[in-house]
Structure formats: structure tokens, C-alpha cells
């Protein structure tokens, strides 16, 4: 149920990934004062943006979840929920290297993003504690997506009181995300964009395969086990 | 639904009174943590952003006490099943619970406040007063409303104690930076400030939020 349509999509992503890294390699003009570590920008920011997306994206599905009672779009919700926790695990390594090599420091407590990042990712990381210590499955998926629900609102929140935070003190002259880029540099970043969305989206569908194929694998052999029990 | 809301809060607040297990315990650790800051800081007066987060932070650590107790009495006598067997409205359930831990906070926060003035403030705490009592307000709703739902999040778990604090500390971080903020000028020597409707804004919106959420998922919560 999950696979319609998943070889093209797999094609695509391949393709988009590599004319992202193509596109970052040799089309992409060195930045003039960062050179040539600036170009983990083109994985950072699409990987923090896909998984700030992946989130609230649970979250929508967790409302899903709640008003139809159907148990799939918990699923759902807990797999766009953990492949974002990834994503933002690679999203703190690679924030953090870029700082160091920008800014000469692992950390910067005056990152409005980057702070906001870490808070949102911790918060989600109580997710699998919360999910995993609740036994029964309709209970489980139903506390789940009451914490996506409140988790995914959360994240706008949570930016928005940082940057006040940070904004009475460091007054921003740059955005990060790209509002003036070189025209090179922009088409680059879109295409890296698209890439790992359709990465995420990619492996959103193959989890959901597998996990639905597991518990149908489980569910066989416990029939089984009975009938042959009788 | 009001009726039965002040109803299950009547009752909280009658164990509250005869059991007095969760204001006293919350005043106590505030004082307690009070006396850690003081050796942790090796200061014995503090004023401005220090002053400031360290009331904040102590704050909501006593209201991750509160939070994990709120629904302790019903979990461990069973009294769940019987509430939930009652034909009791969600909403008045969580209006209730959130009002319960409203008033827990508003009680630890007259202790707790001026106690901090004697111990560890420099400035004078009467200075900042009116300020500072709105500030307080407007962050026990939201706690209130943020604790009440994770409270029922983490009742139905096998870890509650150790899902609450995960669970409640980040999402009150915005709150923290409202309040500790807006708080910060109120209890330095002299200081004004000018940022305060634009924290008391946050923190008001940060409350509207959580507590249409918390109405809004409620229902999904605590049914057998």
C-alpha cells in the first residue's frame, strides 16, 4: 500500500542527488570569504529545512490520525518524526563544523537558528522514550500524536521567542536562508532543496514498506502459530 | 462543565490541603536550590540576567515537581478509573487540573518570590513589583496549561517521572526566554524596561497557544 509509485520516486531523488552535488562541486562559485568549506551550506540548510518541514509534517499527520482513528497515518507521523530526528542529528553535526570553520567556534549561543534547532531537536527526542514506554498500541498511537500535535506547533513558537531573544541583543544584518544570493549559488541551493526533500520523501515511503511489511509478517505468523497449535 | 470542573478542583484541593505533598515540597526545593545557587556562584547577592535566571530556572524546576504530582493521587489509588467512569467532560478534567496547577504555583511564588528577595537578590524586590507580578502571572498560565497536559502525556507511561522533566523543560524554554528576559531589567539597581510589552506579549501569546492546544488534544487523552 505504501510502495505505489515508489520506483520513479527513487529514480528521481537518485538523479536530484546528483545533479545537487554536481551543481555544488562545479557550477557553484566559491564564496569569497568563506571558500571552500561554504559549501556545506547547500547540505546544512536543506537538511535543517526538510526536517524543521519533517516535523510539523507529523504533526499534521497526528491531526489526521486523531480525527479518522485510522492507525496508518500514526505510523506516518511517527516515521516522517524519526527520519527528522536523523536529519537533525546531521543537521547539528554539520552547523557545527561550518561554525568552526566560519566562525571559530564549535557553538554559538547568538545563532538564533541554531539555538532554536537544538531546542526543537531535543524536544523531539523524547518522543521514543514517550512512544516506547506506553504498551498498549492504541494508546501508544494515540498519546504519540497528541505529543506530535503539540510538538509540531511548538516549532514555530520556538523560533519565533528565540530570535526576540536574540534580536534585542544582535541586531542581524544577513539572513542564512538565501534571500540574497547570487543567482549561481541560489539555483544550486533550490536544487539541493528539492533533493533532499525527495530524499526524505524516498525514505519516508521505504520505512513505511518495511514497517508495514514487518507486522504483516507478524501478523501471519501468529495465525499460523495457532493453527497449527489447534 | 464549569460545575464539574470546580468540583474535581474542589477535591484536588481538599488532598492538597490534608496531604500537603505538592506546595511544600516544590517551596522546600526552591529554598533548597537557592542555597545551591549560593555555593554553585559562590555569590551571596546577585542582580540583573543573573538574578533573574536563576529565579526563572529554579521556578520551573519546582514546577516539574508540581507537574509530575498532578496526577499522582488518581494513578496510584486507581481514583482514574472512577473519574473516567463518571460521565466527566475531558475539558473540564484539564480546566480543572491546570487550575489546580495554577494555584500551586501562585502559592509557591508568594513563598518563593520574596524568600529570594531576603536570600540572593541585591536590589530591592519591592521595586519591581507591579511588573514583576505580571510577569509571574502571565507565565503560571501557560505553565499551567503546558504542565497539565504533559502531566496527562506522561500518566499513562511507564517512566511518568522521568518523561515529565525530559518532556515539560524544553517545551517551556520559550516561556523562560519571555519571562527571564522581561524579568532581568525589573532587578537590576536602577534599571528600566522598554522591551517588557514586547516579552509580555510572547509569554501572552505563548499561553493562548498552549491553551487552545491543550483544549484542543485533550479529549484524545485519559479514555479507556
Known amino acids: 500500500m505504501y510502495s505505489k509509485g515508489f520506483k520513479p520516486l527513487a529514480i528521481a531523488t537518485v538523479v536530484a542527488i546528483a545533479v545537487s552535488f554536481a551543481l555544488v562541486f562545479f557550477y557553484a562559485p566559491l564564496d569569497a570569504d568563506q571558500g571552500f568549506v561554504q559549501k556545506i551550506f547547500y547540505v546544512h540548510v536543506p537538511m535543517a529545512i526538510v526536517a524543521l518541514c519533517g516535523f510539523v509534517a507529523g504533526g499534521i499527520m497526528a491531526i489526521k490520525h486523531l480525527r479518522s482513528g485510522d492507525r496508518s497515518w500514526d505510523m506516518r507521523s511517527y516515521v516522517a518524526i524519526h527520519l527528522s530526528i536523523i536529519l537533525g542529528t546531521g543537521v547539528l553535526i554539520t552547523g557545527a563544523i561550518w561554525a568552526k570553520a566560519s566562525w571559530g567556534h564549535w557553538w554559538l549561543w547568538d545563532e538564533p537558528v541554531l539555538v532554536s534547532f537544538l531546542i526543537v531537536f531535543l524536544l523531539y527526542c523524547v518522543y521514543y522514550p514517550l512512544r516506547f514506554s506506553i504498551e498498549d498500541p492504541d494508546r501508544q498511537a494515540r498519546y504519540s500524536s497528541v505529543f506530535a500535535i503539540a510538538a509540531g506547533a511548538f516549532v514555530p513558537i520556538n523560533f519565533a521567542a528565540v530570535r526576540l531573544a536574540e534580536a534585542v541583543t544582535h541586531p542581524r544584518v544577513l539572513s542564512q536562508t538565501g534571500g540574497n544570493l547570487p543567482g549561481e549559488m541560489r539555483l544550486t541551493f533550490l536544487v539541493s532543496i528539492v533533493a533532499m526533500a525527495l530524499l526524505f520523501v524516498t525514505l519516508w515511503k521505504l520505512e513505511l514498506t518495511a514497517k508495514n511489511a514487518s507486522m504483516q509478517l507478524k501478523r501471519l505468523r501468529t495465525t499460523l502459530e495457532l493453527r497449527s497449535a489447534t | 462543565m464549569i460545575r464539574t470542573a470546580s468540583a474535581i478542583l474542589r477535591k484536588d484541593l481538599t488532598i492538597e490541603l490534608r496531604t500537603k505533598e505538592s506546595v511544600p515540597a516544590m517551596t522546600l526545593f526552591t529554598v533548597t536550590v537557592y542555597v545551591l545557587f549560593h555555593f554553585g556562584l559562590d555569590r551571596d547577592s546577585l542582580d540583573g540576567e543573573l538574578a533573574s535566571g536563576v529565579l526563572w530556572v529554579t521556578l520551573l524546576l519546582a514546577a516539574v515537581i508540581g507537574v509530575t504530582r498532578l496526577f499522582a493521587t488518581e494513578r496510584e ?45 541585591g536590589p530591592d524586590l519591592f521595586a519591581a513589583f507591579p511588573e514583576l507580578a505580571a510577569i509571574l502571572l502571565l507565565a503560571d498560565i501557560g505553565l499551567a496549561a503546558v504542565g497539565a497536559l504533559v502531566s496527562a502525556l506522561a500518566a499513562e507511561t511507564r517512566a511518568r517521572e522521568l518523561i515529565v522533566p525530559l518532556l515539560l523543560l524544553p517545551l517551556v524554554v520559550p516561556l523562560l526566554i519571555g519571562a527571564a528576559s522581561a524579568t532581568e531589567p525589573l532587578l537590576r539597581e536602577g534599571g528600566t524596561s522598554e522591551d517588557l510589552g514586547r516579552y509580555l506579549a510572547l509569554l501572552g501569546g505563548y499561553d493562548l497557544v498552549f491553551v487552545l492546544i491543550a483544549l484542543a488534544v485533550f479529549d484524545y487523552l485519559l479514555d479507556d
Open chain 2, 77 to 121: 489509588q486507581g481514583g482514574i478509573d472512577s473519574l473516567l467512569l463518571a460521565p466527566v467532560d475531558r475539558t473540564a478534567l484539564f480546566v480543572a487540573k491546570a487550575t489546580a496547577l495554577f494555584l500551586y504555583l501562585l502559592l509557591l511564588e508568594i513563598v518563593a518570590v520574596p524568600v529570594f528577595g531576603l536570600l540572593l537578590l
